[in-house]
């Protein structure tokens, strides 16, 4: 939330997206096994799961329930297919074009098996690019560039309140200074240590 004025701010996705789309090019064969900050994800199932929701939260937008939305995350551990470097920027574009039409927006969807509004939806979808993108930088030893936008959304859809509750997936928020980085302020209140690294 917007302290200053109360109100939920809102973004875009393309630069979260295309910020995933830009790590991509910096992971490899040696990556795909190793640890996340997700504690049941290593990096192949973490890159799953951005298919997964690239395709939920596109079809989210459109209307389009089904078998992407009806799916739980926490269904069964997602799998890596091989052709994961060529599907999935594509999906990133197609749920980046999805949530730029305004009828998205608007009315009730589906994602992860949950009804939803479309402008909650919207958020959760941010959200998820922004602390999975966070996640793979980490995990894969690149530097994350999230813009303040996207951050602010997150750190808005992470933080509790009546009309909107936490998404129960994450963890318990990780305490950090006030004054710390937006970027650590929001994957804190994901759950998530600032300072993760692989193999601490």
């Known amino acids: 939330m917007d302290t200053e004025n109360g109100t939920t701010p809102t973004a875009d996705l393309g630069p979260a997206a295309r910020v995933i789309t830009e790590l991509l090019d ?7 096994a190793g640890p ?4 049941d994800y290593a990096v192949r199932e973490l890159l799953a799961h951005l298919v997964g929701l690239s395709a939920a939260f596109r079809d989210a937008a459109r209307k389009d329930l089904g078998p992407t939305t009806d799916n739980s995350p ?3 551990l997602p799998v890596l ?7 999935l920027p594509p999906l990133l574009d197609e749920l980046v074009a999805a949530w730029r039409d305004p009828a998205a927006r608007q009315g009730m969807t589906r994602a992860g098996g949950v009804d939803l509004p479309g402008e909650v939806a919207a958020m959760v979808a941010l959200n998820e690019l922004v602390v999975h993108g966070w996640d793979l930088a ?3 030893g690149q530097k994350y560039e999230a813009d303040e936008a996207s951050l ?4 808005a859809m992470l933080t509790p309140r ?9 963890g318990p928020p990780v305490p950090v200074p006030a004054d710390a980085p937006l970027v ?5 209140m994901s759950g998530r240590h600032p300072d993760w690294q692989p193999g601490r």
């Not at 910096?26 to 795909?32: F, K, N, Q, Y």
């Not at 297919?81 to 599907?87: E, V």
């Not at 009546?162 to 994450?170: E, W, Y």
């Open 152 to 155: 602010l959304v997150s750190l």
């Open 74 to 76: 926490k269904a069964a």
């Open 36 to 39: 996340t900050p997700c504690p």
């Open 26 to 32: 910096g992971v490899d064969e040696r990556h795909l």
């Open 81 to 87: 297919g091989d052709d994961w470097r060529a599907t």
């Open 138 to 140: 980490r995990s894969t």
């Open 162 to 170: 009546d009309n909107i509750p936490r998404p129960d997936i994450f």
């Open 184 to 188: 650590d302020r929001a994957v804190a």
